[in-house]
T-cell receptor, first 116, second 113 residues
Framework: AQKVTQAQTEISVVEKEDVTLDCVYE???????LFWYKQPPSGELVFLIR??????QNEISGRYSWNFQKSTSSFNFTITASQVVDSAVYFC?????????????FGTGTRLKVLA | NAGVTQTPKFRILKIGQSMTLQCAQD?????MYWYRQDPGMGLKLIYY???????DKGEVPNGYNVSRSTTEDFPLRLELAAPSQTSVYFC????????????FGPGTRLTVL
């Protein structure tokens, strides 16, 4: 069965520190998609990245980077030189392409607090 | 292009009352979803739709109903509201279900007292 685990419930860092948010997934499909979303205190869900299972290249976008490792079923998210504006809840999500269920499975989220 | 819109933003219901949460998208997306987010938790799928006239249950459908008469609209009906339905409700849409990025509405915060 598909599952997404974000074991870190809450992380606190001091501004300018680097921080990595972990995401471990379970799926039997060979084709699947992974996502990260940010939920700031205002409550909306902001899309950050989408990755398919055939593309294991790491991605960097400004201070954000993502490390996708199929061998460990992980899709971790690193924020470099964190800022107070990064304070939010971050969700990892999985959708399976082979089974055609059209559903997305979300992890329980990691709350990141960046202290000034 | 408004994206995904939801109304109302906030609502307080009494136990046993009913209401409809509205969701609309103007991106001509086929797939639409309703999630609920309980405090400190992730998103749980209530219902989804793969196109007009087609809906299916998600993980937590009890106490809710949906309809999809047009591509644009996907209302969620709560019958006989219960305190357990206190939550934030998000509507989302995507062009290709299961492979594409979901676009979320701003959410509706519902409290049942």
């Amino acid at each position: 069965a598909q599952k997404v685990t974000q074991a870190q419930t809450e992380i606190s860092v001091v501004e300018k520190e680097d921080v990595t948010l972990d995401c471990v997934y379970e799926t039997r499909d060979t084709t699947y998609y992974l996502f990260w979303y940010k939920q700031p205190p205002s409550g909306e869900l902001v899309f950050l990245i989408r990755r398919n299972s055939f593309d294991e290249q790491n991605e960097i976008s400004g201070r954000y980077s993502w490390n996708f490792q199929k061998s460990t079923s992980s899709f971790n998210f690193t924020i470099t030189a964190s800022q107070v504006v990064d304070s939010a809840v971050y969700f990892c999500a999985l959708s399976e392409g082979d089974s055609g269920t059209y559903k997305y499975i979300f992890g329980t989220g990691t709350r990141l607090k960046v202290l000034a | 292009n408004a994206g995904v819109t939801q109304t109302p933003k906030f609502r307080i219901l009494k136990i046993g009352q009913s209401m409809t949460l509205q969701c609309a998208q103007d991106m001509n997306h086929n797939y639409m979803y309703w999630y609920r987010q309980d405090p400190g938790m992730g998103l749980k799928l209530i219902y989804y739709s793969v196109g007009a006239g087609i809906t299916d249950k998600g993980e937590v459908p009890n106490g809710y109903n949906v309809s999809r008469s047009t591509t644009e609209d996907f209302p969620l009906r709560l019958e006989l509201a219960a305190p357990s339905q206190t939550s934030v409700y998000f509507c989302a849409s995507t062009l290709y279900g299961g492979t594409d990025t979901q676009y979320f509405g701003p959410g509706t915060r519902l409290t049942v007292l």
